[in-house]
């Protein structure tokens, strides 16, 4: 099982990355949605919030909007996911990536994971 210190570095690095990447997020989800990433095994969750092809930084704090997209992993999966040792929709079609979220929200965000 990863540290919650691995996990928040790794969701730095995936929004970062994404945030880096504004063009496609604008495209991708032009709207404002908030992200809720809930990890069971350490019983925590990370929010963060896609605006104008922007993407926070991941907070513990929730946001007071209502959440869009909820996604519940292990904290060993999301690290492969960010590394890149494991895809979005191989973990998704298996089950170590639960997502909540309208049909559309999922594709678009298929598109950027």
Avoid: Y
Wanted: charged content about 25%; some cysteine; glycine content about 6%.
């Amino acid at each position: 099982m990863a540290t919650k210190a691995e996990v928040t570095r790794a969701l730095e690095l995936l929004m970062a990355r994404l945030d880096g990447n504004d063009g496609a997020v604008r495209s991708a989800i032009p709207e404002r949605k908030v992200l809720h990433c809930h990890i069971p095994d350490l019983g925590t969750s990370w929010f963060s919030v896609i605006e104008d092809g922007h993407v926070s930084a991941p907070a513990e704090s929730p946001v007071p909007d209502a959440v869009d997209v909820t996604l519940q992993v292990g904290s060993d999966d999301l690290i492969d996911l960010v590394e890149g040792r494991a895809s979005f929709l191989s973990s998704f079609l298996t089950g170590k990536v639960r997502v909540q979220a309208s049909m559309l929200d999922l594709l678009r965000l298929r598109t950027l994971l």
